[in-house]
């Protein structure tokens, strides 16, 4: 059995893999002859025109993904053209010049070769580990399968692919945390003549998230991926790294931190019902009974959303909001008013005075609900906007400051234990002068996403600058988090990346420390014992994890 686990037998099997596809092209310009001669005959024969459109469609799809990208435009132009001879009516259809476009891509090919500008990714991750998601891929095309697979095994993914659409319905006895399909990944007439219904029916057992891959870049396409339960369409060639994280993200929300509530309500049997109403639901609720005690309260519970009275003994939710609106931290926090008394006046005066939403009692639950859920929503993407580097999907660099900061803060009042690690890409110099700063892009958000992907949605995760990194592992010991950084050393080296045709590889190299060694210690003490053990085992040889000492 070949060792997968050597970096030279990846390189072997990239190679292998590229020269299997090449040959494929050698068939596929063939094919194209052979159909350039059947319309060269009959110029308006259906079939022909189909297997041409068919042909063209493949190679669009998969000559960019394996690094062809000419070739790819190329394809997808013809392939355009000829889907709208087919629509044209037999008296209205021009001879289309396949010979001439035949020369087109072999002329593109061409260009793709010599420029061997190709950035791949590869792994030697041979086994799977327990807990990895599981990702079902529907492609008909086994060779751009094969290298879909092994690429998105190096963000720990466990793929199973499956040939086409019916293959869907075989195995009742398990069932994927996402499917990953090509829209066109079935022969049958019945998703040419209606793709929203087939794998609305195809789909229709599935409770997954569920994304859409394909060649054609259009407004139809995404809308047909949407209508069948798509929750996103991506375009071949696919950009796997961009893939891979929206789809750890994806996942990960089945892992979400839960929305963080506050009722400020001095009827107490009404918060109790309010909170046990989004408790149930999965929400982290605090409730507040003291006008007095709001700004202790606000840094204990760090809410996303309050759910504010409006009659407070001695005191309005109008003037509540206007003092949170007066500290710059909860300056943003939505806040809903609640209220038994419905007057118009009175609630768009409340909104004008700091408020964002108005429920007037008695509270329906699901409108409770589905209203805490969305304005959460949304406080999360635009601090996502704000706050995260666009590369990475990570914090930015003061953002993950002020992460650490706050968890420093929480425990100074409720003593828990937390990690700080500092993390850097060795040798990252040379990547960016040997394989140009683009393929050093790749490489940056590589760790973003390996990061994404295996901690916690509780961890702070942030992008320090350049290629430096800083995580705060929330409920972790120092010796836990040397277990997990290790384990993420080991899978980046794994990683096999490939700029100008030529592979290679990366290492990481961190430094950890934790509240519990260093008591005494603040977030900036922390943060700067973290550096210098990464300093340590950068000295030491990089490469490895070490632990910050007194």
């Known amino acids: 059995m070949a060792d997968s686990t050597n970096p030279q037998t990846f390189a072997a099997r990239l190679e292998k893999l590229a020269a299997a596809y090449s040959k494929r092209l050698a068939d596929d310009f063939s094919h194209l002859t052979m159909l350039a001669g059947q319309l060269e005959e009959d110029p308006s024969c259906t079939q022909s025109l189909q297997q041409l459109h068919a042909a063209l469609h ?60 190709a950035i791949r990714i590869e792994t030697s991750r041979a086994e799977s580990v327990g807990g990895e998601p599981v990702i079902w891929l529907v492609e008909r095309d086994t060779m751009l399968a094969e290298y879909m697979v092994q690429q998105l095994h190096s963000f720990g993914f466990h793929i199973r692919h499956l040939l086409n659409a019916k293959a869907l319905a075989h195995d009742k006895n398990s069932s994927p945390d996402l499917l990953l399909i090509d829209h066109r990944a079935s022969h049958l007439e019945a998703l040419r003549a ?9 789909l229709k057992d599935f409770t997954c998230p569920v994304l859409f891959i394909g060649s054609e870049e259009s407004f139809t396409a995404r809308l047909n991926a949407l209508r069948s339960g798509g929750q996103s369409y991506f375009v071949k060639p696919l950009d796997m790294i961009n893939l891979a994280s929206y789809m750890a993200q994806l996942i990960k929300t089945k892992d979400t931190v839960p929305e963080r509530v506050m009722i400020v309500e001095d009827d107490e049997e009404l918060a109790q019902h309010l909170q046990g109403v989004l408790v149930e639901a999965g929400m ?10 709001l700004f202790e309260a606000m840094h204990d519970a760090n809410p996303e959303l309050i759910l504010m009275d409006l009659w407070l003994p001695d005191v309005t939710g109008t003037e509540m909001a206007a003092l949170l609106r007066q500290v710059e931290q909860w300056a943003q926090v939505p806040i809903v008013y609640l209220s038994s008394h419905f007057n118009s006046e009175l609630r768009d005066q409340a909104l004008l005075k ?24 949304q406080r999360r993407k635009l601090e996502d906007t704000q706050n995260r580097d666009s590369l990475t999907g990570l914090l930015k660099h003061a953002s993950i400051k002020e992460a650490l900061d706050y968890q420093w803060q929480l425990t100074q009042r409720k003593p828990q234990p937390f990690s700080v690690v500092m993390l850097d890409i060795d040798h990252f110099k040379a990547v960016n002068d040997t394989h140009g700063h683009a393929m050093g892009d790749v490489v940056i958000a590589a760790v973003g996403t390996l990061l994404r992907q295996r901690f916690r949605s509780t961890d702070r995760l942030g992008r320090y600058g350049g290629e430096e990194f800083t995580l705060v592992l929330v409920d972790c010991t120092a010796d836990h988090a040397e277990r997990m950084v290790n384990n993420l050393r080991e ?24 509240n519990q060694h260093f008591p005494d210690d603040t977030a900036e003490s922390l943060l700067n014992r973290a550096d210098q053990a990464l300093y340590q085992a950068k000295n030491s040889g990089r490469n490895r994890v070490c632990l910050a000492i007194d």
């Not at 209606?194 to 195809?202: A, E, G, K, R, S």
């Not at 982290?284 to 005690?293: E, G, N």
């Not at 700091?354 to 929503?377: Q, T």
């Not at 899978?491 to 590889?505: L, S, Y």
């Open 58 to 117: 493949s190679l669009a799809g998969s000559a960019g993904t394996f690094g062809f990208v000419q070739l790819g435009r190329q394809a997808r132009e013809q392939e355009l053209q000829v889907a709208q001879n087919l629509e044209q009516s037999c008296n209205d259809k021009q001879p289309l010049p396949v010979f001439e476009w035949i020369t087109a891509l072999q002329k593109a090919l061409k260009t793709d070769e010599s420029k061997k500008s």
């Open 194 to 202: 209606d793709p929203v219904t087939f794998w609305q029916q195809h």
């Open 284 to 293: 982290h609720v605090t409730v507040l009974d003291r006008a007095d005690a």
């Open 354 to 377: 700091g408020g964002d939403a108005f429920l007037e009692k008695p509270i329906d639950p699901d409108l409770l609900i589905n209203l805490c859920r969305s304005r959460v929503k």
């Open 491 to 514: 899978d980046f080296a794994a990683i096999q990346f490939t700029g100008g045709g030529n592979p290679f590889a990366c290492t990481l190299s961190a430094g950890v420390v934790d």
